[in-house]
């Protein structure tokens, strides 16, 4: 982890530290205020009685000065609201001109200080690498990532899809694809793929396409709409690839009591 990164982590976990001070102090000035004003009844007389001494007690204080309270956050006393309203009224309201309180100014002054520097940093010094350059260093960790996934044994052929098949008449996909198609193909498309529920798959003619992407997104996918389901739950990429090429192996070898042409002529 970069200066620059630890330095971002620092500052912003301060941040949220003063928001919740802050916050924390508001809602304090808040019930003091409220208070002051309209003190909660208690369950008793006597707990009543102590909450209006101390109410008393703290009135007195406000002669001699503001509260601790007060001075964190940067406000004048209750008792001298009278001396802080502002010349200009509305609709009989009044506005006070208490100054802005001192730990919002530090953080409203210092984020734009870190933001200057920020930019200074990353986009004219070029200390540290800006979003663009981050993200082209990621995609060449991620193309690295990928050379070094396929060149494990077996992961290049289960990475394949319908972007990337290549048609194959390996014997050894072939008879993986003959073997897949038999288990799971021939209550729909026939032993020999002339059709039967579904379309004859010896033909020129397709419903989804006919080229090796085509049908190897049908594979996958499924046509949920006609009653094919999705393999891809059941059968690997390589599987899907085999059965594909296999299926693709049986154009033109017109079984017999094959089913009439479905969708289009794939040129």
């Known amino acids: 982890m970069s200066y620059a990164e630890i330095?971002?982590?620092?500052?912003g976990i301060t941040a949220v530290m003063i928001l919740g001070v802050s916050i924390l102090l508001l809602k304090v000035l808040k019930f003091y205020v409220r208070e002051s004003t309209n003190p909660t009844p208690f369950a008793t007389p006597a707990e009543r009685a102590l909450r209006l001494q101390a109410l008393a007690e703290a009135k007195a204080l406000e002669?001699?000065?503001?509260?601790?309270?007060e001075k964190l956050m940067g406000l004048r006393p209750i008792a001298e609201e009278k001396d802080l309203v502002m010349e200009h009224e509305f609709d009989g309201i009044a506005e006070l001109d208490n100054?802005?309180?001192g730990w919002f100014m530090v953080l409203f002054y210092g984020s734009i200080i870190f933001a200057?520097?920020?930019?200074?940093?990353?986009?004219?010094?070029?200390?540290g690498p800006n979003q663009e350059q981050e993200y082209l260093t990621e995609m060449e960790q991620a193309e690295t990532d990928k050379v070094a996934f396929l060149s494990k044994p077996?992961?290049?052929?289960?990475?394949?899809?319908?972007?990337?098949?290549?048609?194959?008449?390996?014997?050894?996909?072939?008879?993986?694809?003959?073997?897949?198609?038999?288990?799971?193909?021939t209550p729909c498309h026939g032993e020999k793929g002339e059709g039967s529920?579904?379309?004859?798959?010896?033909?020129?003619?397709?419903?989804?396409?006919?080229?090796?992407?085509?049908?190897f997104k049908t594979i996958k996918y499924g046509v949920p709409e006609k009653g094919m389901i999705a393999w891809e739950k059941s059968l690997s990429a390589a599987q899907i690839s085999d059965l594909t090429?296999?299926?693709?192996?049986?154009?033109?070898?017109?079984?017999?009591?094959?089913?009439?042409?479905?969708?289009e002529k794939q040129l």
């Open 245 to 263: 090429n296999y299926i693709l192996s049986l154009q033109g070898t017109k079984p017999a009591g094959a089913k009439a042409p479905q969708g």
């Open 116 to 127: 200057l520097i920020y930019m200074f940093n990353y986009e004219f010094l070029g200390y």
């Open 7 to 11: 330095l971002v982590i620092a500052l």
């Open 197 to 215: 529920v579904g379309p004859n798959l010896t033909d020129e003619f397709w419903l989804h396409g006919g080229k090796v992407g085509d049908v």
């Open 99 to 101: 100054p802005t309180p």
């Open 154 to 185: 077996g992961n290049a052929k289960n990475a394949v899809n319908e972007n990337n098949i290549v048609l194959s008449t390996d014997a050894a996909v072939l008879s993986s694809g003959l073997s897949l198609y038999t288990s799971r193909c």
């Open 63 to 69: 002669k001699t000065g503001p509260t601790l309270l």
